[in-house]
């Protein structure tokens, strides 16, 4: 041949040249799986929430009512001091709601007036909900299909979270309540209220809140309110709520909703005061409570009860039965049990006993008073039940029931339903 045959240059398969594409495959197959990762935690709600396993009989969408938590504490040792009832509801507060009959979800029973402190206006967050540790519930609402009429902020990274009031409250006794969302809600928080910058405690609940969860038993169907405790504002100020949390995983996600702040009245400072300082106590009001072959009730708002109102049942029926219900569980232990009977009358008797996780248990010997009349008590009266020990066979707690039934042939007056305070006796 007249004419050299013009080659190609070689591809250069120098080993440099490997170890660079192969360092450029794992940097990629990394980059994919983190990405993989953020979003199945992102989207994780809606994940679950088809994939779960069908239950067996399908529940009617969120009509169970679930009720406010009253968790433990340890009550002050010493003596409570009333305040003036607050009469400035600082209704020119921006978070002012003059009817709580129509927040979502409801609060039992609550139909006064009270503030709710919303993430969208009235919390301070680090790092700022721009930030991208931080997802809306506007994305969650998308993939599940249905929208989701409360926002929220949820995250898994460490943050912190500041709800504070736009107006002074005045002096008196307020209970306050946090948020559980039923998709983006999981493991434990703790929390700090304060007036004017100085911490404040409360004198019945507590500041810790253990979110329940859709894989929970039982399982959690709706947004839930808890409560994080009454607390007494001896001078007029700016309440704050705040709560902080290091990384968390997939089972203790943290979201960011509504704080809510209500006033309660003057007499339930009193009541509280009459229960045993230095105690556990969990309490119960009647708005916790199931009635069945009652008969007639009538509400009771004029005299002294827990939250000002209660439910009398005139004459009852030899059938009637009455039962409060915890929502969330409470560590075992001996508890007494008292109820707060108000001034009711005639001679009408009642019994009482105790259900701890559907199981009934035997008072402790020597504590159970038998059946007990609610009538002729001036003022009304804590009156003791009975004492139960929850044994280890329910570690490390469990949900508590106290069960109400007329004693047959005594269905003469009236019977009281109000408050009910577990009092852990170790």
């Known amino acids: 041949m007249t004419e050299e045959t013009e080659k190609k240059p070689a591809e250069n398969t120098s080993p440099e040249t490997s170890s660079l ?14 990405t993989l990762a953020f979003i199945a935690w992102l989207y994780y709600p809606a994940i679950y929430h088809f994939t779960r396993p069908e239950p067996s009989a399908t529940p009617a969408l969120p009509t169970p009512t679930l009720w406010p938590t009253r968790t433990p504490t340890v009550m002050p040792t010493a003596t409570l001091r009333p305040t003036t009832t607050p009469t400035s509801m600082a209704a020119s507060s ?27 206006n009235a919390v301070t967050a680090d790092p700022g909900f721009d930030n991208p540790i931080w997802t809306n519930s506007a994305t969650i609402s998308t993939q599940l299909g249905f929208e989701i009429l409360e926002p929220f902020y949820a995250t898994l990274g460490a943050a912190s979270v500041t709800w504070s009031m736009d107006k002074n409250l005045s002096p008196g006794l307020y209970e306050i309540y946090v948020m559980d969302t039923v998709f983006s809600s999981g493991g434990s928080l703790s929390f700090k209220v304060m007036n ?16 329940q969860s859709l894989r929970g038993t039982p399982q959690q169907v709706q947004d839930v309110w808890h409560s994080i405790g009454m607390y007494n504002l001896e001078q007029e100020g700016i309440i704050s709520v705040s709560t902080s949390w290091d990384v968390r995983d997939e089972y203790t996600i943290v979201a960011v909703d509504r704080v809510l702040i209500i ?9 509280m005061s009459k229960l045993p300082l230095g105690k556990k106590i969990t309490l119960l009001d009647d708005p916790n409570a199931v009635i069945e072959n009652a008969g007639t009730v009538i509400p009771l708002e004029d005299k002294p009860a827990w939250n000002g109102k209660a439910e009398v049942i005139i004459n009852p029926d030899d059938t009637l039965r009455v039962t409060w219900s915890m929502q969330d569980p409470i560590p075992i232990g001996r508890y007494a049990v008292w109820v707060w009977i108000p001034e009711v009358n005639g001679d009408a008797q009642a019994k009482y006993r105790l259900m701890v996780n559907e199981d009934q248990l ?15 008590r001036q003022g009304g009266a804590w009156m003791p039940v009975g004492e139960w020990e929850i044994g280890p066979f329910y570690s490390p707690s469990a949900r508590l029931s106290l069960v109400m039934e007329t004693v047959s042939g005594s269905t003469t007056g009236e019977l009281a339903v109000d408050a009910v305070a577990f009092i852990n006796m170790e």
């Open 94 to 120: 921006a978070y002012f709601v003059p009817d709580l009959s129509t927040i979502d979800p409801v609060l039992p029973g609550e139909t006064g007036s009270g503030f709710i402190l919303d993430e969208s």
């Open 196 to 211: 004017n910058g100085t911490d404040i405690f409360p004198y019945l609940g507590t500041q810790v809140v253990n979110y």
């Open 362 to 376: 035997t008072a402790v010997e020597g504590t159970d008073p038998g059946p007990i009349v609610h009538g002729s």
């Open 263 to 271: 006033p309660r009245p003057a007499v339930t400072y009193s009541i």
């Open 21 to 34: 594409r192969r360092t450029r495959l794992i940097a990629w197959l990394f980059t994919a799986i983190v």
